[in-house]
Nanobody, 126 residues
Framework: QVQLVESGGGLVQAGGSLRLSCAVS????????MGWFRQTPGKEREFVSA????????RYADSVKGRFTISRDNTKNTVYLQMNNLKPEDTAVYYC???????????????????WGQGTQVTISS
Protein backbone atom coordinates (compact mmCIF):
# COMPACT_ATOMS: atom_id res chain seq x y z
CA GLN A 1 0.00 0.00 0.00
CA VAL A 2 1.39 3.37 -1.04
CA GLN A 3 1.57 5.97 1.68
CA LEU A 4 2.63 9.61 1.53
CA VAL A 5 3.19 11.69 4.65
CA GLU A 6 3.82 15.43 4.52
CA SER A 7 5.55 17.41 7.22
CA GLY A 8 7.11 20.81 7.76
CA GLY A 9 4.12 23.11 7.60
CA GLY A 10 3.56 25.87 10.10
CA LEU A 11 3.00 29.55 10.73
CA VAL A 12 5.53 31.93 9.22
CA GLN A 13 5.65 35.67 8.67
CA ALA A 14 5.70 37.06 5.16
CA GLY A 15 9.19 36.91 3.74
CA GLY A 16 10.09 33.84 5.73
CA SER A 17 10.86 30.31 4.63
CA LEU A 18 9.65 26.79 5.17
CA ARG A 19 10.74 23.41 3.89
CA LEU A 20 8.10 20.79 3.37
CA SER A 21 8.93 17.11 3.24
CA CYS A 22 6.99 14.17 1.88
CA ALA A 23 8.01 10.64 2.78
CA VAL A 24 6.79 7.90 0.46
CA SER A 25 6.50 4.20 1.09
CA UNK A 26 5.01 1.26 -0.75
CA UNK A 27 6.28 1.74 -4.31
CA UNK A 28 9.43 2.10 -6.36
CA UNK A 29 9.85 5.77 -5.53
CA UNK A 30 12.46 6.72 -8.10
CA UNK A 31 10.31 5.51 -11.01
CA UNK A 32 7.59 8.09 -10.47
CA UNK A 33 7.34 11.84 -10.76
CA MET A 34 6.15 13.66 -7.66
CA GLY A 35 4.12 16.81 -7.35
CA TRP A 36 3.16 19.43 -4.81
CA PHE A 37 -0.31 20.96 -4.82
CA ARG A 38 -2.09 23.38 -2.56
CA GLN A 39 -5.66 24.17 -1.69
CA THR A 40 -7.43 26.97 0.16
CA PRO A 41 -11.03 27.00 1.42
CA GLY A 42 -13.47 27.57 -1.40
CA LYS A 43 -10.91 27.00 -4.14
CA GLU A 44 -9.94 23.98 -6.16
CA ARG A 45 -6.64 22.25 -5.70
CA GLU A 46 -3.89 23.95 -7.69
CA PHE A 47 -0.56 22.80 -9.02
CA VAL A 48 2.56 24.12 -7.34
CA SER A 49 5.50 22.09 -8.57
CA ALA A 50 6.58 18.70 -9.88
CA UNK A 51 9.79 16.76 -10.26
CA UNK A 52 10.70 13.80 -12.42
CA UNK A 53 11.62 10.43 -10.99
CA UNK A 54 15.30 11.05 -11.57
CA UNK A 55 15.14 14.60 -10.24
CA UNK A 56 16.59 16.00 -13.46
CA UNK A 57 13.44 17.82 -14.56
CA UNK A 58 11.28 20.23 -12.58
CA ARG A 59 8.20 22.31 -13.24
CA TYR A 60 6.71 25.23 -11.32
CA ALA A 61 3.55 27.24 -11.30
CA ASP A 62 4.16 30.83 -12.38
CA SER A 63 3.07 32.07 -8.98
CA VAL A 64 5.98 30.34 -7.21
CA LYS A 65 8.79 30.50 -9.77
CA GLY A 66 11.92 31.96 -8.28
CA ARG A 67 10.70 31.41 -4.74
CA PHE A 68 10.06 27.67 -4.40
CA THR A 69 12.41 24.80 -5.17
CA ILE A 70 11.40 21.19 -5.46
CA SER A 71 13.91 18.41 -4.90
CA ARG A 72 14.03 14.75 -4.03
CA ASP A 73 16.30 12.27 -2.35
CA ASN A 74 15.63 8.87 -3.83
CA THR A 75 17.83 7.16 -1.26
CA LYS A 76 15.37 8.34 1.38
CA ASN A 77 12.16 8.09 -0.66
CA THR A 78 11.48 11.73 0.12
CA VAL A 79 10.52 14.79 -1.88
CA TYR A 80 10.98 18.34 -0.61
CA LEU A 81 9.57 21.75 -1.30
CA GLN A 82 11.76 24.63 -0.19
CA MET A 83 9.62 27.74 0.05
CA ASN A 84 11.35 31.11 0.31
CA ASN A 85 10.06 34.67 0.39
CA LEU A 86 6.66 33.43 1.43
CA LYS A 87 3.62 35.60 0.85
CA PRO A 88 0.21 35.64 2.54
CA GLU A 89 -1.29 34.29 -0.67
CA ASP A 90 0.81 31.15 -0.22
CA THR A 91 -1.37 30.23 2.74
CA ALA A 92 -2.95 26.86 2.00
CA VAL A 93 -2.94 23.20 2.79
CA TYR A 94 -0.06 21.68 0.83
CA TYR A 95 -0.29 18.17 -0.52
CA CYS A 96 2.29 15.93 -2.08
CA UNK A 97 1.27 13.39 -4.66
CA UNK A 98 2.71 10.64 -6.81
CA UNK A 99 2.11 10.46 -10.54
CA UNK A 100 -0.19 7.62 -11.45
CA UNK A 101 2.24 6.09 -13.93
CA UNK A 102 5.78 6.22 -15.22
CA UNK A 103 6.16 8.83 -17.95
CA UNK A 104 8.65 11.17 -19.52
CA UNK A 105 6.97 14.49 -18.87
CA UNK A 106 5.61 16.33 -15.86
CA UNK A 107 1.89 16.86 -15.50
CA UNK A 108 0.10 19.56 -13.55
CA UNK A 109 -3.40 18.12 -13.41
CA UNK A 110 -4.40 16.70 -10.02
CA UNK A 111 -6.34 13.94 -11.78
CA UNK A 112 -3.09 12.51 -13.11
CA UNK A 113 -1.84 11.81 -9.59
CA UNK A 114 -3.31 8.83 -7.81
CA UNK A 115 -1.59 8.76 -4.44
CA TRP A 116 -1.89 11.68 -2.08
CA GLY A 117 -0.73 12.69 1.34
CA GLN A 118 -3.11 14.12 3.90
CA GLY A 119 -1.68 17.60 3.64
CA THR A 120 0.19 20.03 5.85
CA GLN A 121 -1.04 23.50 6.72
CA VAL A 122 1.07 26.48 5.71
CA THR A 123 -0.03 29.84 7.08
CA ILE A 124 1.74 33.07 6.18
CA SER A 125 1.01 36.15 8.23
CA SER A 126 1.61 39.72 7.12
Amino acid sequence: QVQLVESGGGLVQAGGSLRLSCAVSGRMFSNYAMGWFRQTPGKEREFVSAISGSGRTTRYADSVKGRFTISRDNTKNTVYLQMNNLKPEDTAVYYCASDRKVRYFLVAEPSEYNYWGQGTQVTISS
